[in-house]
């Protein structure tokens, strides 16, 4: 037998398999449908506090997705102006968290899996540096681990996003007021013997590991009152709450803790009379696509949807809060096939359990949200926030 022939024939097949793979149809009925308000818009032009909302790994179909697993109705639909985001890293077409979450926090653009630096290794201002440098205050909230890359490219520095301890150590050297996560893991357990949670300590902060004082600080929106009761200044009071050693509990366990860490770091941010800047992140939607897991990339996408809701409740009331959300990238090139938005059912297939190249949405609520529109890079974002903040 011709052993050409034989490769070619066993290449077939296994390319043939992978493509069948990749096409099968996914199906999820979404049961606990819940109800999204029309929340009005404030009038004033002012903006003195920015929110940036992540949804890692997050696409259009994502969306589309969802909208019809909650019967037609999201959140976002708030949005009063929506605009597309180009991603593309210095030396790739399809990025990572890395460097599309470094261009989405610097304003530069970088190589792949490098972050909070440029293509050279060179250091790189966050919005989370520069709010603090205008007086501002400045926090982070992620349903990921903290050495994971997005919150990393807002508070840490490496050409290499997998020097996980390395980045939790850098993370002394942020200025950042409020830190929410996972990732306890690398704080205490290290090769270098160090203790960052004591470090933060005797740098002012009030460190939260326990899940029964994590429960007593998001009970209610007052949040942290208790837990800075023992500062004399409470607009100077800094926060890193880390109860879980590697990410947070999956969404039917954890509830809605983002909207509550979110809200509870929101609050103790405005504080400072200058305004604030905060990065939410719904982080586990990109783990889902990467794992092509239809069900639980749902349930990721509706809790970001829901979180986005209490945030820009908070906005309207407060006045002057502009609050975007996008994507650093898409994952897992999904696209949806069929479904009935009567009965919450949505059918789908992915193409890659990788990223894609697409680009991704922008979504805008509050003052300056009209500068979000049509077409941008993702470092657009991060000049049109800088502009707007003074910073």
Known sequence: MNIKKVI???SLVFATTAAFAQSVKQSYTFDKPYEVEKVKAPRGKKVKNVILMVGDGMSLMHIQAAWTCNRGHLWLENAQYTGLSKTPATNRLI????????????????????????????KLKSLVDYAKEAGKAAGVAVTCRLWDA??????SHNIDRDKEQELIAEMTNSPVDYVFGGGAKFFTNRKDGRNIF???EKKGYKVITSKADLKTIL???ESYKKCVSSTADNSNCKVYCVPFEVDTPLPDERGDLLARASIAGMNLLNQNKNGFFMMIEGSQLDDYGHFNQLDMLMKETLDFDQTFGRVIKWAAQDGETLVVVTADHETGGMTVLDGDYKEGRVEVNFSTKNHSGTMVPVYAFGPGS??????????????????LMNM
Do not use: Q, R
């Open 8 to 10: 070619f024939s066993v």
């Open 150 to 155: 997005t919150p990393c490219d807002f508070l």
């Open 219 to 221: 009970k209610d929106n």
């Open 370 to 387: 009209e500068n979000f529109s049509g077409f941008m890079d993702n470092t657009d974002i991060c000049w049109k926030i800088k502009a």
């Open 198 to 200: 004591k470090e933060l």
């Open 95 to 122: 990025t990572d968290s890395g460097s599309g979450g470094t261009s989405l926090a610097t304003g530069y653009k970088t190589c792949y899996h490098a972050v909070g630096v440029d293509e050279d290794g060179n």
